[in-house]
């Protein structure tokens, strides 16, 4: 039988109640112990979503619904809040973010929307934390380097042009290589953060997320060294057998071969 979104909503709710009075593992659940896997179920959604897969973003979004249904629950519990009471917030959030839509401010284009959502958001917290305090310490270190160049360009922080990023990331790379020189290793790897940052920078500049750059080319690095390590196998070898032109070979051979053949 096909629910509505409402009645769909309105069985996990009860499934919810149930588990978390019958099961012993649900009832075991607290904010901390759901909060791991509350991580594991975002990077699956995000697996799913870079894959392409409709059928995984669809289980994988369900999964992600629990832990918000679920944290709700133990919110009720406690007497602080409800399933309602987050839904209501999330709704009022949103009219407040989109005055474009429910106001009288002017936004015709995605980024005029992201400089108002932006600013709104630095009005509504705590002025004390400044417009860098809403970034999740937690965040991996890429993904955070990314919001903290997106939050400080809000502010008119930025380069004028797109293009003179380079001339910076230029300046990076020639610290990096002074120190790699001076054989200090503390100020190397701060220099390769400067260097990475900047870098960061530059994505957000021409519209890439970093974050999926690098995943892309993390499993098409994958899929090729796999390519090497099944031919260098065919071939009666290991890797670490064959010495280096012979391996660059095999990785020329698995940048043009076929997707399929990987």
Known sequence: MKRNSLEATERLLGILDTLREQCPWDRKQT????????????YELADAILNGDLEGIREEAGDLLLHVVFYAKLGAEAGAFDYAD???ALCDKLVYRHPHIYGDVHASTPEEVKANWEALKLRKKNRRSGTLGGVPVSLPALVKAFRISEKAAS??????????????VKEETAEVETEMASGNKEALEEEFG??????????????????????RTNRKFIRRF??????????????HELPTAQMEE?????????????
């Open 250 to 262: 095999l990785w020329q051979q698995a940048k043009t071969a076929r997707e399929e053949d990987l």
């Open 155 to 168: 502010t008119g922080f930025d380069w004028e042009k797109k293009e003179d990023v380079w001339a910076k």
């Open 86 to 88: 987050v839904v209501e």
């Open 194 to 215: 400067d260097l990475l940052f900047t870098l960061v920078n530059a994505c957000r500049l021409y519209g890439v997320d970093p974050e999926t750059a690098l995943e």
């Open 31 to 42: 904010f901390e112990t759901l909060r791991s896997n509350t991580i594991e179920e975002t």
């Open 226 to 239: 796999g390519c090497m390590e099944r031919e260098a196998e065919r071939q009666g070898h290991t890797l």
